[in-house]
């Protein structure tokens, strides 16, 4: 069982950046899609981005395009999701997923992925 634990988060001030890793454990996850997503208070838990098993298609979420980069190392059983021009509405809680269904295409759907990690917080200040 595959098991992501995400690091990076902090607080950082508007303009600033980030770099979010999820490694995981367990089984690898090299042959899976993978997702970024994040929840903040009162709000539900949306898409961010998300790569395909190589690593040759990514999809962002319209609000980060341009300032967010997902990638993956699978030799290190990692993803990562570079954050630059950070803003206040990016606080939330940031989790990955794994999506198991070997689709051909992203989802942007929560429930179509798996496994998720415990979440990493990133707070933005103005």
């Known amino acids: 069982q595959v098991q992501p634990v995400e690091s990076g988060g902090g607080l950082v001030q508007a303009g600033g950046s980030l770099r979010l890793s999820c490694a995981a454990s367990?089984?690898?996850?090299?042959?899976?899609?993978l997702g970024w997503f994040r929840q903040a208070p009162g709000k539900e838990r949306e898409f961010v981005a998300g790569?395909?098993?190589?690593?040759?298609?990514?999809v962002y979420e319209d609000s980060v395009k341009g300032r967010f980069t997902i990638s993956r190392d699978n030799a290190k059983n990692t993803v990562y999701l570079q954050m630059t021009s950070l803003k206040p509405e990016d606080t939330a809680i940031y989790y990955c997923?794994?999506?198991?269904?070997?689709?051909?295409?992203?989802?942007?759907?929560?429930?179509?992925?798996?496994?998720w990690g415990q979440g990493t917080q990133v707070t933005v200040s103005s």
């Open positions: 367990g089984r690898t996850f090299s042959l899976n899609n």
């Open positions: 790569i395909n098993w190589s690593g040759s298609s990514t």
């Open positions: 997923a794994v999506d198991f269904g070997l689709r051909h295409s992203l989802s942007r759907v929560p429930n179509e992925y798996d496994t």
